[in-house]
């Protein structure tokens, strides 16, 4: 017996802060939805950032000390880890796979917020966006697609593309739009799939991830490496995700 009550979600907008809802032609999400340049295996870089890129970065979401973000690299020193490009955040701790999420995990003075686990942090994404920015000619006119079972909002009455393991919500709108749905929400997750209309990358997240995910040219990707307010590491497309 089922002694849960259903959550009661009001009715999905039409408008995601700034990004619309697509409920006619779902068209542009065939390429990220699978029929995208080649296939990828579920769980891997290529299966959350499409595949068919030249290149590929993870993105790490910070751990938190109060207010103030904190990269897996500091957290990792206090430790006595190291963060790998393939590192799992329960490895920078030193706790094992099967840990729980709790917050008496914390170091003092150096970390006491695990890293948000889902799609990209809006301060993650602000950082993000003139990255993104400056290697496409289609910023005006982006894609993005919202997992439908995020937050207090029913998407049933709008259609749903398939990716990996997830029905997505289509969502349009320019790029500096991306962060818009906070407006609605301080809590309400970003799109978890972004992508422009020249195709030039793709950006994916998902609710259990700890990190972002990226693939593009080689350009787009030494600099999302070299951006001082991102904690990136170069991965490929068959690496699995954490």
């Known amino acids: 017996m089922n002694d849960f009550r259903p959550v009661d979600r009001e009715p999905a907008p039409e408008w995601y802060g700034r990004l619309r809802v697509q409920a006619e032609d779902l068209s542009p999400a065939h390429w990220p939805g699978g029929h995208g340049p080649g296939q990828a295996a579920f769980g891997t870089v290529a299966a959350v950032a499409a595949p068919g890129f030249a290149a590929y970065a993870r993105i790490l ?4 000390l109060g207010d103030r973000p904190v990269r897996w690299s500091a957290v ?3 430790h006595g880890t190291r963060v790998t490009p393939g590192s799992r955040w329960h490895e920078v701790i030193g706790m094992d796979r099967d840990y729980t999420n709790r917050s008496d995990l914390g170091l003092p ?3 006491d917020e695990h890293p948000g686990e889902g799609p990209t942090p809006p301060d993650v994404a602000r950082s993000l966006l003139p990255v993104l920015a400056r ?3 289609t910023a005006e006119q982006c894609w993005f697609g919202l997992w439908h079972g995020y937050g207090r909002w029913d998407w049933d009455r709008f259609p749903t593309f398939e990716t990996p ?3 997505e919500v289509l969502l349009a709108g320019r790029l500096a739009d991306a962060v818009s749905p906070v407006t609605l929400d301080e809590f309400a997750e970003l799109p978890d799939l972004w992508w422009p209309r020249d195709r030039a990358w793709c950006l994916g997240g998902d609710v259990d991830l700890v990190s972002t995910y990226v693939g593009g040219s080689p350009e787009l990707i030494a600099d999302l490496l070299a951006a001082a307010d991102l904690e990136a590491h170069p991965v490929s497309p068959d690496d699995h995700v954490g």
């Open 76 to 78: 990792a020193a206090a």
């Open 135 to 137: 290697h496409t000619g």
């Open 165 to 167: 393991g997830r029905d």
């Open 109 to 111: 003075g150096v970390w």
């Open 61 to 64: 979401h910070p751990a938190g």
